[in-house]
């Protein structure tokens, strides 16, 4: 399996793993209090929120639908946060989709609400704040106010409709920031910045290996199978079942993102050669001997057993025995 396809199908695990975690209402207070900088965010605690139950679903959008809704008691009266995730790419349309389904809620509350109490003068519709998140590796290019989607909005002034959106960046916030907030979503964010599942998805475990040792038991079984799905995805069933092994024995996250790294490392090295000796067969290579005497002695540094590098090499048990004592002498 080549790296290509394993970036991929990397950046495919975390829409899942994201969506979970913020279903999570503690989380997704957590992830205001992180993040946003309005006083209001302070007056929100977890027991004031609820996880509205439905989905506002567009003819015009078919299965593009409100990933998470969640109705807040704030001052005695309800807020809707709408969170839209997750987005990998640009959508210029962002405001005006926001603006659907901002429309639904809001259509939705009024079925609900006792039509008396809607003819009343001072019934209000309640605030619904739009929330974007965005893992995308480039600039965040769209508008962040919906009249500046508008044909020369600028002549008409305060008659043009209006609301701005929260966009949540994964990759535009520094790294010294999410280590200092240290928490969960903190710490999710800043293994997501990475963009490959190799030395860089590594590096930044080891990095918050310790304080990811200081989180909390829930917070930490979230983690750990935040961090299992994304990386198992793209692996083959072997190293599928080793990861599962490593997050079922190992005993701090310092040893099982060692043990995390030696898999992958191990992938990485059957995937190498797997392409050399395709290449091999298309007459790219022309039995270049060395490239797999060179993999040999990587898989044997590794630990691996004479079966399984003969296995991966296509010598015989008898070839890699003699290059084994070869590279040991």
């Known amino acids: 399996m080549g790296s290509v396809r394993l970036e991929n199908e990397l950046h495919n695990a975390h829409d899942k793993g994201y969506k979970y975690i913020l279903s999570i209402k503690r989380l997704f207070v957590q992830l205001l209090k992180s993040f946003v ?15 509205v139950d439905k989905s506002f679903i567009l003819p015009d959008f078919k299965n593009k639908e409100a990933d998470l809704v969640y109705k807040v008691k704030m001052d005695g009266t309800n807020v809707y946060f709408y969170l839209l995730e997750l987005q990998s790419s640009v959508d210029y349309q962002m405001p005006y989709r926001l603006l659907l389904y901002m429309v639904e809620i809001w259509r939705n509350v009024l079925k609900e609400t006792d039509k008396r109490e809607a003819r009343r003068k001072d019934f209000r519709l309640p605030v619904i704040i739009p929330c974007v998140l965005y893992n995308g590796s480039g600039n965040w ?80 079984n979230l983690m750990c199978n935040w961090v299992k799905n994304v990386v198992s995805r793209g692996l083959n069933s072997e190293s599928k079942r080793e990861i599962e092994d490593i997050f079922q024995k190992e005993g701090t996250v310092k040893n099982m993102v060692y043990a995390i790294e030696r898999v992958i490392k191990k992938e990485k090295l059957e995937a190498k050669l797997e392409g050399k000796l395709e290449g091999k067969l298309e007459g790219k290579l022309e039995g270049r001997m060395e490239e797999k005497i060179d993999i040999i002695r990587e898989m044997l540094i590794e630990g691996d057993s004479i079966d399984k590098i003969a296995r991966v090499t296509k010598l015989s048990v008898d070839e890699v025995k003699k290059i084994a004592k070869d590279l040991a002498n």
């Open 37 to 51: 900088d309005q006083g209001w965010v302070d007056k929100i605690e977890p027991e004031d929120v609820e996880l």
């Open 141 to 220: 290019t769209a508008k962040r106010s919906f009249k500046e989607t508008l044909f020369k909005f600028e002549q008409f002034d305060e008659f043009v409709l209006d609301f701005k959106y929260i966009l949540f960046d994964v990759r535009r916030y520094k790294d010294e920031e999410l280590l200092e907030l240290a928490n969960l979503i903190a710490t999710v964010f800043f293994i997501d910045k990475t963009k490959d599942k190799s030395t860089e998805l590594i590096n930044r475990l080891k990095e918050v290996a310790t304080k990811m040792q200081n989180l909390e038991d829930q917070d930490m």
